[in-house]
């Protein structure tokens, strides 16, 4: 009865932080046309940033409570959030609809991607992030958003494009979708990391592995709802959050078929497997890291080497100039 309990919180945590994080984008969208904030601005912000909602006020709540068991959720949950969608939300949205990627992407924001990515993993070796740390990584957003919305200005249409759907409201309107959705967001995440803790508890998994795994699948619903239904309309837009993501895009020639969405999904299945091991059966671990490593690894070298050629060869038979 007490685990019923414990998934039932998670459930409804989670709904409450996808209708949370709906109503803070639409109502900040809302507010920010009123002031007379360019789109540019606000598409580059609000909405780019408003689906990380979820997974920003579940980490700053674990936080905050403190303990081992709160930093546990903190970070597990970021990680196991950018985890999730790369194989799940960007593989399920290419097994709908191949995603054709812009090259300014894999030029400028991969590259980018890849020397964060490194520099956090760096920063987080010791076993801790540091308050040092956290204000680095701060900065480099407020940087990056900068250079974003500078470059964006030479394509405003663009960059407006996200915001089609979302008309201004009228400010006492705004205000109470902002507040609605801030309220959901709070109650939403201390539902969801109540129940993950307790659950962890009542299961015998440690909390970072619930963390990778129910709770950032949870705070990730916004990303995956939306990409799959942008992919079913064809407009498809694009999150790349980890290095994996950037082997389809690099050998296929921008394109991300449909096939390789399902071997994306395939790799998260695995990884959810390796984790339930580690913790049910850690005796049988070894073995199948052995698995994947022997036979799973060669099958999909073969696979993207024969993508990288056949692109390659296109390439080539196309005429010159």
Request: contains cysteine; glycine residues 12%.
């Amino acid at each position: 009865m007490t685990f019923a309990l414990n998934a039932l919180e998670i459930l409804v945590g989670i709904l409450l932080l996808f209708g949370g994080g709906e109503l803070f984008v639409a109502g900040s969208v809302a507010l920010s046309l009123l002031l007379g904030i360019p789109q540019i601005v606000i598409g580059l912000t609000v909405v780019s940033m408003g689906t990380s909602a979820p997974e920003l006020f579940v980490s700053l709540l674990s936080t905050i409570q403190g303990g081992s068991g709160g930093d546990a959720i903190a970070v597990s949950n970021v990680v196991g959030s950018n985890i999730f969608n790369v194989l799940i939300v960007l593989g399920a949205s290419a097994a709908v609809m191949p995603l054709r990627v812009k090259s300014r992407l894999v030029r400028r924001d991969v590259p980018l991607l890849l020397g964060v990515s490194m520099a956090t993993w760096g920063m987080a070796s010791g076993g801790r992030l540091t308050w040092v740390a956290g204000l680095a990584l701060l900065t480099g957003t407020v940087i990056n958003l900068l250079w974003e919305i500078r470059s964006a200005r030479e394509e405003p249409a663009e960059a407006a494009e996200e915001l089609e759907a979302d008309g201004a409201s009228p400010a006492p309107q705004a205000l109470i979708k902002l507040a609605a959705g801030l309220g959901l967001l709070v109650w939403g995440s201390q539902l969801l990391v109540k129940g993950a803790i307790a659950a962890a508890a009542g299961l015998g998994v440690s909390q970072t592995v619930i963390g990778l795994t129910i709770v950032a699948a949870g705070t990730s619903m916004p990303e995956l709802v939306t990409s799959l239904v942008a992919a079913y309309r064809g407009k498809a837009p694009i999150m790349v959050a980890t290095t994996l993501a950037c082997l389809p895009i690099f050998w296929t020639g921008g394109v991300i078929t449909r096939l390789e969405g399902w071997i994306l999904m395939g790799l998260y299945g695995l990884y959810v497997v390796e984790q339930i091991l580690t913790n049910t059966a850690p005796g049988a671990t070894d073995e199948f890291r052995l698995v994947v490593l022997v036979g799973v690894l060669p099958l999909l070298l073969v696979f993207f080497t024969w993508g990288a050629l056949q692109w390659q060869r296109r390439r080539q038979q196309l005429p010159a100039g």
